[in-house]
């Protein structure tokens, strides 16, 4: 395990359609973390699992947003109807102590 | 969560000491604070958290005054891989989501 995996890297999408990313956190770390960050700003918390449990969600996270961690393992976070408000990297981390926050490459998204 | 203030951006050269401080006046007692790095296109990695006093690990040293109403992140001898957004972040021991800031743009020339 080499650390926290996100896909894809990459996304172009259209104004209105649903998107979905994927984070594989490191497999023995119980927490995960979603981030937003835009360019030139630090990242922005978005939502925390504890296992399968999501207990922590930001305002930033609208009604058109939602993430799940079904078996508490992999994690899943989705917008709907798209907007361009919306293009940012989105992080995941991961970690199993205070000290061991272990962030993903990102997924870059970007709303045409 | 306790908002911290840094320097925009810092230029250095090759091989010199780079101090960058982080201003946390409303710092809490169960507040630590906990510096991450970040390279265009990846995520912030860890690389330093303390408490009080000093801290050294093997990439940097973490200065904080008895106040902790600041600390300063110390890299020894930068070179230009060091190039690099800096943040420092300030939440409880087992906090679960952190206030990053826009962080330090550290730019080490040759």
């Known amino acids: 395990d080499t650390g926290v995996s996100q896909d894809p890297r990459h996304k172009i999408t259209k104004r209105g359609q649903n998107v979905t990313f994927r984070c594989d956190p490191i497999s023995e770390h119980n927490r995960l973390y979603w981030y937003r960050q835009t360019l030139g700003q630090g990242p922005e918390f978005l939502t925390y699992f504890q296992n399968e449990a999501q207990l922590e969600k930001s305002r930033l996270l609208s009604d058109r947003f939602s993430a799940e961690r079904p078996k508490g393992s992999f994690s899943t976070l989705e917008i709907q109807r798209t907007e361009q408000g919306d293009s940012a990297m989105y992080l995941c981390?991961?970690?199993?102590?205070?000290?061991?926050?272990?962030f993903g490459s990102g997924t870059r998204l970007t709303v045409v | 969560l306790a908002k911290t203030t840094q320097p925009i951006s810092m230029d250095s050269y090759e091989g010199q000491e780079v101090n960058i401080t982080c201003s946390h006046n409303n710092i809490a007692t169960n507040d630590y604070i906990t510096w991450y790095q970040q390279f265009p296109s990846q995520g912030p990695r860890f690389i330093i958290q303390?408490?009080?006093t000093k801290v050294t690990n093997e990439v940097a040293s973490l200065f904080i005054p008895a106040d902790r109403k600041s600390s300063t992140l110390s890299l020894p001898r930068v070179s230009l891989s060091d190039t690099a957004v800096y943040y420092c972040l300030v939440g409880e021991y087992n906090f679960n989501k952190f206030y990053f800031g826009s962080g330090t743009k550290l730019n080490v020339k040759p």
């Open positions: 981390a991961s970690s199993s102590d205070p000290n061991g926050y272990t």
């Open positions: 303390g408490y009080k």
